[in-house]
């Protein structure tokens, strides 16, 4: 089984800690049918040609009152399922309209801005906030989005200016420095920023201790993360959870002591809730990370009694099924999916391509392809499914086919601005010609040209960091369960 894989669920678990580590607070209330109604319009643009700003004004020329909680309620969901531009759009009309923005509505304008325009336009917007904007949340969402986008100077003088401020009250700035190392491969740098924590006496919360757990179980100091477990149990019981159990299970399969993985995942089983569907898809990878088929069925089968199964539920079936290099249960899943799915997701497509690929059936990766060009009418972006089969056919070094879908991306690529071929696809393409001796970047540049595609493409072509090609599995992967569709359950109306 290859290992890059069998570890993606423990990748996505620490992205998800992340996430909690920076969460903005945001009140939790029932939806009433009309929030409901308003969301689903908004979650279906990309269907109804509509904008955003058409979709409220309509709503107020209708006589709709759209209260401001509601509002939010529909920018958390969007967010949630990566619909950034989207969310930013409702508060820009909330702006436009002059309703009236809290210091915790301007920390979240500034990380939609972030996620959707980049650093320098968050920093300029930042820069342009009233001082009363200015507070403890807005300089938390700006040491964010330093975090997220790994610019580590700019985070740790935003830090020690919060610091001097004394906004540094809570553990979500150590949260975000701590991800920071993370993601930077740096994970001896987490325990002093816990020390630091502890000697302030700020409370750790559940994602400080899973972060913790995860920097020394990458030093591959696996008692020392049972010992921070065990602290966690000791100190307050009431924080161990579903996504503690999953933590600690996704650090047993990385070690291959799948005996313990299975073990904490039977008591994260046991504490889950029945009413929540996300513990099931971890149980899913996980179980496919001890290379538990049996499991992974019974999982899968439970997950249908008693949840509307979405989109993303399949396409966490679907990659646990690619994991445990079951083609003929993939192949029956995905017909399943394709017989009931309304919104037909071109990330399950992509999984089902790679698993094929995987094992070299080309034939019936090409036909799936054609089948989803096919069910979508020819609307795309099918970006990332030609960057599958360049990548391929690079491996099996046949350039032919690999420039020819890559030029069949760049093509499509014309409709969609800002894209340009992955870090992987671009390191693999220079990798090939470097052994066949052969001048990439001129090469590359050549089919560029031939294609009009802007020149942007060729930017880091020049001075590639070849010592990085071993983390492009890494970014390919984590980007299959990342990108912005709406999960819809397949049986929705």
């Not at 989207?86 to 920390?107: C, H, K, N, V």
């Not at 003929?328 to 497509?349: A, H, P, Q």
């Not at 491996?395 to 690529?413: F, G, I, M, Q, T």
Request: glycine letters at 4%.
């Amino acid at each position: 089984m290859n290992c890059g894989r069998l570890i993606s669920c423990g990748r996505r678990l620490l992205r998800q800690m992340c996430t909690e580590a920076t969460k903005l607070a945001e009140p939790e209330a029932k939806h009433s049918s009309n929030e409901v109604s308003l969301y689903r319009k908004l979650s279906s643009l990309g269907l109804t040609g509509r904008t955003v700003s058409q979709t409220l004004n309509q709503c107020i020329m209708e006589g709709k009152v759209l209260k401001k909680d509601e509002l939010q309620r529909c920018i958390k969901e969007l967010r949630k399922y990566r619909k950034f531009k989207d969310a930013l759009e409702i508060m820009e009309w909330m702006e436009y309209r002059g309703i009236t923005f809290s210091t915790t509505d301007f920390a979240l304008y500034l990380d939609l801005v972030s996620l959707t325009k980049g650093v320098a336009a968050a920093e300029s917007y930042f820069s342009g906030l009233p001082p009363r904007a200015k507070g403890k949340y807005t300089h938390g969402a700006l040491l964010n989005c330093y975090c997220r986008n790994l610019m580590e100077d700019k985070a740790l003088a935003l830090f020690e200016n919060m610091n001097e401020l004394n906004y540094v009250t809570n553990d979500l700035p150590f949260n975000n420095l701590m991800c920071l190392y993370m993601r930077l491969g740096k994970p001896d740098k987490v325990p002093p920023l816990i020390d630091n924590m502890k000697q302030r006496k700020i409370p750790l919360t559940t994602p400080a201790y899973i972060i913790w757990m995860n920097s020394c179980a990458s030093l591959n100091d696996i008692e020392e993360a049972e010992r921070i477990f065990e602290e966690m149990k000791r100190e307050n019981e009431d924080k161990i959870n579903w996504l503690t159990y999953s933590n600690l299970a996704a650090i047993y399969v990385k070690a291959k002591d799948f005996e313990k993985a299975e073990s904490a995942l039977k008591m994260l089983e046991k504490i889950a809730s029945p009413k929540e569907r996300e513990p099931y898809h971890f149980l899913l990878s996980l179980y496919a990370g001890t290379g538990n088929r049996g499991e992974v069925n019974r999982v899968w089968n439970y997950l249908k009694t008693v949840h509307p199964v979405t989109n993303f539920s399949y396409l966490t079936m679907l990659q646990s099924l690619r994991r445990l290099d079951d083609i003929e249960g993939l192949t029956k899943c995905f017909e399943e999916w394709k017989t009931n799915c309304i919104s037909y997701d071109m990330r399950v497509v992509g999984t089902v391509l790679r698993a094929y690929l995987d094992q070299d059936l080309c034939e019936e990766a090409l036909s799936v392809f054609e089948e989803a060009i096919e069910r979508r009418q020819g609307k795309g972006p099918f970006l990332k499914s030609q960057e599958t089969f360049i990548l391929y056919y690079l491996r099996k070094r046949n350039e032919d086919l690999a420039v020819h879908h890559l030029e069949a991306a760049l093509s499509e690529a014309k409709d969609y601005d800002g894209w340009s071929p992955s870090p992987e696809v671009k390191s693999a393409f220079l990798k090939y010609y470097e052994e066949e001796n052969i001048d990439g970047v001129e090469k590359l540049r050549q089919i560029f040209m031939d294609s009009n595609f802007h020149d942007r493409c060729l930017v880091n072509y020049t001075n590639a960091d070849k010592s990085a090609l071993g983390s492009h599995q890494i970014l390919n992967e984590e980007s299959e369960v990342s990108q912005g569709h709406e999960d819809l359950p397949v049986d929705a109306h």
